[in-house]
């Protein structure tokens, strides 16, 4: 399997609830990243996180980081129809820092 | 807020032309890559430049791929013989003193191969 796989692929909520992505990578590394992409758009970088960091905070998002999992999430919380896009995780590989293998997303769908 | 920015948003080509991409990445950015998203698939990267040269490649960068950094400011990916699986939706994006921070991708071209 590949690098950086997101669950699920898909996602629907209501305005106002949370929203949770998964993403599963195979290698060390040494940061991950979410980024966000609207429908056609460029990529729009959202949060990083250190291979030593846990938890990181940004605005409505959080992310958490288990190296022994070898597994990443992100939260959305207080949805809004603003924020449906698609979202993926991307990684450095094995350490090399020198390229990003992304995951294959999740589309995010949030109704008002 | 500082951005990356690509020329054309979308360009359409025949088969076996040439075509360059055109970006203009964050001025004081060091660390530059390109990458390519067929329609429905995941994001792919094809190369990343560095000190003016290439510091990396992929398998899909062959010899019909190259970049150049020609003044300083543009950063172009060229693809000398352009076929119908070329076409995608290209990103540039930069980082600044090490590529271990966020990158800022442009919005993309939309490259056709008919």
Redesign the interface.
């Known amino acids: 399997s590949?690098q950086g796989e997101e669950d699920p692929q898909a996602l629907s909520i209501q305005e106002g609830e949370n929203a949770t992505m998964n993403c599963s990578y195979k290698t060390s590394i040494?940061?991950l990243?979410w980024?966000r992409q609207n429908s056609?758009?460029?990529?729009?970088?959202l949060?990083?996180i250190?291979s030593n960091e846990r938890e990181k905070h940004s605005g409505r998002l959080r992310v958490t980081l288990d190296t022994s999992k070898k597994s990443s999430s992100l939260l959305i919380t207080a949805s809004r129809a603003a924020d449906t896009a698609s979202y993926?995780c991307?990684t450095?590989y094995e350490g090399?820092?020198?390229?990003?293998?992304?995951?294959?997303?999740t589309r995010l769908q949030v109704f008002p | 807020e500082p951005e990356v920015t690509q020329t054309p948003s979308h360009q359409v080509t025949q088969m076996g032309q040439e075509v360059i991409l055109r970006c203009v990445p964050i001025s004081n950015h060091l660390?530059f890559?390109w990458?390519r998203q067929i329609l429905g698939q995941?994001?792919?990267?094809l190369v990343?430049f560095?000190n003016n040269e290439i510091?990396?490649k992929?398998e899909i960068f062959d010899d019909q791929f190259s970049v150049e950094r020609p003044d300083g400011s543009n950063f172009t990916l060229k693809i000398r013989s352009t076929k119908l699986e070329d076409s995608a939706?290209y990103?540039c994006?930069s980082t600044g003193t090490?590529?271990?921070?966020?990158?800022?991708?442009?919005?993309?071209t939309?490259l056709t191969v008919v």
Do not use: C
Request: aromatic content about 22%; cysteine-free.
């Open positions: 590949q040494n940061n990243q980024y056609g758009r460029g990529l729009v970088h949060i990083l250190r993926f991307a450095d090399n820092t020198d390229k990003l293998i992304f995951g294959t997303g | 660390y890559y990458y995941k994001v792919e990267f990343s560095y510091s990396e992929s939706m990103f994006a090490a590529p271990t921070y966020g990158y800022t991708f442009g919005s993309g939309r």
